[in-house]
């Protein structure tokens, strides 16, 4: 239903594809030898994967092999620098990158055992970390064709170093995944919470033009360092595999003209095509709504009653730190309530955001800080196991004198509820569809890529933040739940019925049913306020049976008619007649 538009970035190089095994061509593109020394810096932080095998599947034996610190290759993964990985675990491998000659590399050493040939270390023991070729012109001192035990050789192992294009992007950092038999490039970024067009970019590749090989390395962006839960592989799904067609060539259609004429109409219809589905679906939601509007006024009411919760007393909260350390999936820190004053001008009123929530400065870099005066552990443990570029990161935490302090990741255009319920802004049709394609990303990553799975039961527009270039993040985790054991269609009861009146599901507010269809529900509710730019309480207070069969027109945004293809509108009202 959504697309995505690829943004320029210098690719590192073509994709290494079968060349890995090619150990006779000493004349190997730039693939084969590494990855070009075109970033911004000449050495960086980089990351690796690796899959555990006897007798590499100790922190202390991958580290060793691959030239990596065991503290924080344990540290990362979130273990214990005496710990085992299982068999074919995939593991993270932090290791420092840095220019040598034309290519990055992070060089490890290596003593060669019986029967090691330059092709079985390239593909087996470092498992197409390395290529064959560049373990070749990497110890071209060796003059013999064979190597011999004890034999100690440099392997460069395959990094690189952000591009300024895609440090313009707020890629910090760029990982060496090791494609698995069955791995696509879709689900791999959504796996590791990072842009599709981003990864093909990095790699040289494109939607027409995607196809990587097992064994080879592939170039995934990422905003933020990587964490133990995205070393769990999801179970396979053909719904993200991508669309692999033939490349058109120009004598397809007589001439380069006809080629880019072909081209602009495809783009413009699936644009357009896109718009129509979005549309038609939202209004399709938006009259089921209206006949369970009713059904839902009748068992509101049951839904008020909250949980009394437990507040942490501040003698608990060491232990609770150090226990949540523990069990931390990506790094976070413990502020002092003097550097939350110091950021916020002591709290300020210029710097209120809304609510209780203050914009402060660390360091030069904007952050939202959000007071709490009850118990957030289940906020802290939910935003703690997840990683996705499109769910609010939690930076650190504070606790002074009763109340928690949350400090997250700042969103500079605040709530999504800003841009569509207030006359002074504005978002366009492709600004909405960009942002409901977010909202839905970060949704599949809760549902199907975090350990355990979540479902967040709180999806509404206030809880949708927009960055500066108006890429959506989910907000507020205070009501997500854990998923864990729950197969496909399974469903769990609840005695506390929480949420707001409207984004509710009927069968959540009669029964406390919850489910991983839950969110389903909430985000349908979302594109009908999206499409509307009108709240889901002024609709279902402005709903009546007479009023069903209502133009399409009266529906829409008044604010994006003029904006918005009349022909559009036309279609899906006649088809609404017929449905």
């Given at each position: 239903?959504?697309?995505y ?9 073509p ?25 911004v ?33 344990a ?80 392997i ?15 890629v ?81 259609y ?76 990506q ?29 402060g ?96 039961k ?54 406390g ?15 009908l ?20 069969d ?18 559009l ?5 006649r ?5």
């Amino acid at each position: 239903m959504f697309c995505y538009f690829p943004l320029s970035i210098f690719s590192q190089q073509p994709n290494v594809g079968k060349a890995t095994s090619d150990c006779s061509n000493r004349n190997a593109s730039n693939s084969v030898l590494g990855y070009t020394c075109n970033g911004v810096k000449t050495s960086c932080q980089a990351y690796l994967t690796f899959r555990s095998k006897p007798p590499h599947n100790t922190v202390s034996t991958i580290s060793s092999l691959l030239a990596s610190d065991p503290s924080q290759l344990a540290k990362i993964n979130s273990v214990s620098e005496t710990y085992t990985f299982e068999t074919n675990q995939l593991v993270i491998v932090p290791v420092n990158c840095s220019c040598s000659g034309q290519y990055y590399q992070a060089n490890a050493s290596y003593n060669v055992v019986a029967s090691d040939t330059h092709f079985i270390l390239a593909s087996r023991t470092f498992q197409g970390l390395s290529t064959s070729t560049a373990v070749l012109k990497q110890n071209s001192n060796i003059t013999t064709k064979y190597l011999y035990p004890k034999q100690r050789l440099v392997i460069p192992l395959r990094c690189a170093c952000p591009t300024k294009n895609q440090i313009d992007l707020s890629v910090n950092y760029l990982m060496s995944y090791l494609v698995a038999e069955g791995n696509c490039i879709s689900r791999i970024a959504v796996r590791f919470g990072t842009d599709i067009g981003w990864t093909l970019e990095a790699n040289g590749l494109s939607e027409e033009n995607s196809v990587i090989q097992p064994s080879t390395t592939l170039l995934v962006p990422l905003k933020n360092p990587p964490s133990s839960s995205q070393t769990v592989e999801p179970p396979p799904s053909s719904s993200h595999s991508p669309s692999v067609s033939s490349p058109l060539t120009s004598s397809s259609y007589g001439s380069s003209v006809q080629l880019q004429t072909y081209w602009l109409y495809s783009l413009v219809g699936f644009i357009g095509g896109s718009a129509f589905v979005m549309v038609f679906c939202t209004i399709i939601f938006f009259r089921l709504f209206r006949r369970i509007e009713k059904k839902i006024d009748s068992i509101v009411a049951k839904a008020s009653e909250k949980p009394v919760e437990k507040r942490m007393e501040k003698k608990e909260f060491q232990d609770y730190m150090k226990s949540l350390s523990k069990a931390a999936r990506q790094p976070f820190k413990n502020y002092t309530f003097e550097e939350l004053q110091l950021a916020t001008n002591n709290f300020s009123p210029s710097c209120l955001i809304k609510g209780s929530v203050y914009r402060g400065i660390f360091i030069g870099d904007f952050a939202a800080i959000k007071k709490m005066d009850r118990d957030i552990s289940k906020d802290i443990n939910v935003v703690n196991k997840i990683n996705h570029s499109n769910l609010t990161r939690l930076l650190g935490v504070c606790f002074n004198t009763g109340c928690w302090y949350l400090v997250y990741e700042y969103a500079s255009n605040g709530p999504f509820s800003d841009w569509i319920f207030k006359s002074e802004k504005s978002l366009t049709w492709m600004q909405r569809i960009q942002i409901a394609s977010d909202v839905a990303t970060g949704l599949n990553y809760l549902r199907s890529f975090a350990n355990p799975s979540h479902v967040h039961k709180d999806i509404k527009s206030n809880n949708i933040l927009l960055e500066g270039d108006f890429r959506a993040k989910i907000a507020n985790f205070g009501l997500a739940r854990s998923t864990q054991g729950q197969l496909e269609g399974q469903f769990s009861m609840t005695k506390h019925i929480v949420g707001n009146f409207g984004y509710m599901a009927p069968d959540s507010l009669e029964i406390g049913l919850v489910s991983k269809k839950l969110d389903v529900y909430t985000f349908g509710v979302l594109l009908l306020e999206m499409f509307a730019g009108k709240q889901v309480s002024v609709l279902s207070a402005g709903t009546s049976d007479e009023g069903q069969d209502q133009s399409l027109r009266h529906l829409i945004d008044h604010t994006m008619l003029k904006k918005y293809p009349s022909e559009l509108v036309d279609s899906v009202d006649r088809l609404l007649v017929l449905a």
